[in-house]
């Protein structure tokens, strides 16, 4: 009878959770719970046999709610990756462990990699599993802040930022605070200094309002993130607004899918979004690789 090997880490990114098992490892188990999306987990590997027994445990019960859930099994006979069973999405409820049994994958080095779908159901409505950042944990306190009032009331603004479709007036203390870019431009001698004007002809005026009010704490609305992030990761990208461009980032991996696969592989890799890079990479191995876009081997 074996014994319960010492917990292992678990890797966690996004919607995938990754469990490592050695060659002569005939169990594994995550050495803490971990967390996807709002739920607490735990995952264990158990190797008998001829067979591989993977058990995704809740440590919450809830009835009424369900998880798409697949599993994808890799051993590496003599070095070299084997994909021994890449499973479809089965339904999890959050009130019990669930268990994939594979044959196979017992004599080598065993990688076990748990994806969790982009929705869950709960009492009869789909979520996503994973919610975008907000920019603030206390945005209502900071959208009547005495900064973000100068802003909406046009107080002592000192610097028009010109867009496509009109212009914003804004603070230039408030911008290169937030921006080195931004604090560049004010502090050299540069053109938007001279001219007390900054020009971004690449922007829409409506996410340009929705940029600015970012930088000076604003809240943003999902709804608003969702029509301007791609706008946003440009321009965050351009001025060095990072904790935008990581929202922004959460919000594309959030759903990734085959229509928008190679336009959100092709962004992360222009903007160094290296979360979003992952996951699409990943989406790819899944869906046979370039023999499935073969514009990706042309251009690569």
């Not at 990756?81 to 499973?87: A, E, G, Y």
């Not at 900064?147 to 009331?153: D, K, N, T, W």
Request: net charge neutral.
């Amino acid at each position: 009878m074996s014994t319960l090997a010492p917990g292992k880490d678990v890797e966690i990114e996004e919607r995938f959770v990754l469990l490592e098992l050695g060659p002569n490892e005939q169990t594994g188990k995550s050495k803490k719970d971990f967390v996807v999306g709002m739920w607490r987990w735990q995952l264990l590997v158990l190797r008998s046999g001829k067979e591989t027994l993977v058990t995704l445990s809740p440590l919450h019960i809830l009835n009424e709610v369900v998880f798409s859930v697949s599993l994808k099994l890799t051993y590496f006979p003599q070095g070299r990756p084997v994909v021994l069973h890449n499973l479809k999405e089965v339904d999890v409820p959050l009130k019990h462990p669930y268990t994939w049994t594979v044959m196979g994958g017992c004599e080598s080095r065993c990688l076990v990699e748990i994806k969790f779908g982009v929705n869950y159901k709960a009492y009869g409505r789909t979520h996503y599993i994973l919610r975008p950042r907000r920019m603030s944990t206390t945005s209502v306190e900071q959208a009547q802040s005495s900064v973000a009032r100068m802003l909406r009331e046009d107080i002592l603004t000192d610097i028009t930022i010109n867009a496509v479709g009109g212009s914003i007036r804004a603070h230039r203390a408030v911008l290169a605070a937030r921006s080195p870019v931004f604090m560049s431009m004010f502090t050299h001698d540069l053109r938007e200094k001279e001219l007390s004007t900054v020009d971004i002809s690449d922007m829409s005026i409506e996410a340009c309002q929705a940029f600015v009010g970012c930088v000076y704490g604003v809240a943003m609305s999902e709804e608003e993130l969702l029509v301007h992030r791609s706008e946003l990761v440009v321009a965050s990208d351009k001025y060095g607004v990072e904790n935008l461009k990581k929202v922004c980032e959460e919000s594309m991996i959030v759903d990734v899918s085959t229509e928008n696969l190679l336009e959100r592989l092709q962004m992360a890799h222009t903007y160094s979004l290296p979360a979003l890079k992952r996951t699409c990479v990943r989406l790819l191995v899944d869906l046979g690789g370039c023999t499935r876009f073969p514009m990706i081997s042309r251009s690569s």
